[in-house]
């Protein structure tokens, strides 16, 4: 009887794993194709010379300023070897070297200039590397059509709800993290950002007039707030999942056409899937694939050591959006803790800046503009961002001094504007950003938002 019993738990453990696999292969195949997508629209709207190959200067993140692009042809390869990897991924065709190795690349790619950086793209990075440790192959893949010839391909990796469960979860705390970020006053108590974004879009046919009213933009700010605060639990179970779903896929749908941000809200309408059922997830694609299938066992071992990695990574993710608490002021003003802590769209900000140099030996002063040396996109992005504007100072004093000049001291005159509110200086003028050194301690030499 004992042993009828065991048989009984394990026999339906397997067929439980067995349909987890589809809900794998159904994400490894949307992300894939989600991949593709993008980086073939990265490489057909030519961002790659625009991006990494006329700058002169990039814009690294602290502690990688070791990873440079790689010089031309090389480093359009790079993104030729992503559309590849993305195709093994949809495939299913060896995986494992697949993923690790887009894993990889895209990540290096993101880490070469800040001015660049996106959400989504942050998102991509974390999604790789979790999917690196998940049997994503199991079902619906090349790798399992070829097991008899190749048994490499598939890793001996067992399969339990909390693998697929994190795939849900780091899905989910986009939304959750996004929902925290808007519980700031500029959001809930004046509408802002969203009623200069709104009033952008008054040439509308129907809906342009409604767009301007003030009513309009408070409603859609709250409803925005509460929405991403519970859309990953309302997705988590079966009565409030349809209903939701449909949310998103309205909510997203508007933010592409109204504020067009790229590839994030496709990315967020078809990753959310995640949440649906596996037979779900099978239906689907028994309508375009046949399906094929391995056996997958369950190791308690292999879970417990799974869990444990899973938890260390859920955690570090839990805490990077609050760090930002431990510098005063206003984060949208001083950007210390912005990055990586899901802020979407938070903040309208625009800014003057304009450097002065001074030779120490000689006492001669002269005025710089960021766009004599940087791009269009990087002098932009650069004129409103504290950490990169320092790290141009010091390139400008290392450039000078090898070009003969010497040492100088450089000062910068920005004045930046907040969602709407009017210029003020946000780097104090005074300061030689020279003595000054990137690190997380709080820079002082960033004037408080009034």
Known sequence: MTEIKWLSAVSFRQ?????????????????????????????????????????????????????????????????????????????????????????ILF????????????????????????????????????????????????????????????????????????????????????????????????????????????????????????????????????????PIYIVI???????HFLFYIGM???MMIFTALIFFPSDFHERILSIFIRKSQSTIQVSDNQTHYFGKLIMLFFLIQCLIPFRSYLYQGNVLWHEQGFRFSWNIMLMEKNASLEYHIKIKKTGEEFSVKPNDFLTKIQARQMSFQPDMILQFAHYLHQYYLENGIGETEVRAECYASLNGRGSQLLINPNIDLVKEKEGFYPKTWVNQLN
């Open 15 to 103: 067929s439980t794993s067995t349909n987890i696999g589809s809900s794998f292969a159904f994400f490894r195949i949307v992300f894939g194709l989600l991949l593709l997508v993008a980086e073939l629209r990265f490489i057909l709207k030519g961002w790659i010379t625009d991006f990494y190959v006329q700058p002169q200067f990039f814009f690294t993140f602290y502690g990688f300023d070791w990873v440079r692009p790689l010089p031309e042809p090389y480093i359009y390869w790079v993104f030729y070897g992503l559309v590849f990897l993305s195709i093994l991924i949809t495939t299913g065709l060896f995986y494992r070297f697949a993923i690790v190795a887009f894993f």
């Open 249 to 255: 896929v309205i909510f997203h749908l508007l933010t």
């Open 107 to 242: 990540t290096y790619v993101e880490l070469l200039d800040k001015s660049v950086y996106l959400n989504h793209y942050y998102q991509v990075s974390l999604l790789a590397f979790l999917m690196c440790f998940l049997p994503m192959n199991h079902h619906f893949s090349l790798d399992n059509r070829l097991k008899k010839y190749l048994s490499f391909l598939l890793s001996n990796t067992y399969t339990q709800n909390c693998m697929l469960w994190a795939l849900r979860v780091q899905v989910g705390m986009v939304y959750f993290f996004g929902g925290i970020a808007k519980l700031r006053y500029d959001w809930l108590f004046t509408a802002q950002p969203l009623r200069i974004w709104l009033s952008a879009n008054e040439h509308l046919p129907i809906v342009g007039h409604l767009l301007t009213e003030k009513w309009v933009a408070f409603t859609l700010s709250w409803l925005a707030m509460m929405f991403d605060l519970s859309a990953p639990f309302l997705l988590s179970f079966r009565k409030t999942r349809l």
């Open 264 to 266: 994030f809200p496709w």
